[in-house]
């Protein structure tokens, strides 16, 4: 029986372990985060309007969309590229209406699970950095997100951005 896209990335977003020493420093795992706040997002093919974003920089792409068009959010979570591929930390928008517009990889990936973010976050965060980061991998600033910072959406969840249906645990 061959799983659907979904449950692959699924399977693989639970049977993510941190190390003991994580463990110490961090209250969850990116995959956790993702577990915890996630939506799923139906991948579908840009507008026309829009151009496809310089290959494995999707973080700068999803940002460079929000910024031209405030109607888009950004989410960041992970992907699946093919069902034979490996789940990567991946960014890209959506419409406000579940969709996972990506104009990073090409053709598009099969599963997505992610959590959309306020601008507002995300701008506050590359200019703390001095660069368009991960958010869930945040090691400049200790992961934030992953510590105290995730127990308080009201700060960085875009509801507007909420996909089709929530991640479960």
Known sequence: MVKSAQTIL???LRSSQATPA??????????EFVLEHGWWYEP???PKHIALGIPKQCHTNAVDLVLDDDS??????????????IPVIHAWV????????????????????????KSLFVNMTALKNRAI???LDDYQNN????GDLGDRPDEWLDFRGCGLTKVSL
Not at 22 to 31: D, G, H, V
Not at 72 to 85: N, P, R, V
Not at 143 to 146: D, G, H, I, M
């Open 143 to 146: 992961c934030p997100l992953r």
């Open 72 to 85: 888009l959010i950004y989410c960041e979570g992970y992907a699946l590229f093919k069902e034979s591929s």
């Open 44 to 46: 579908v093919e840009f």
């Open 94 to 117: 959506t419409d406000g209406h579940g969709n996972a517009i990506d104009n990073t990889w090409s053709p598009l990936g099969v599963a997505y699970a992610g959590v959309p973010f």
């Open 133 to 135: 980061v991960s958010l």
């Open 22 to 31: 994580a463990k110490a420093f961090l209250k969850r795992t990116c995959q």
């Open 10 to 12: 699924l399977n693989c």
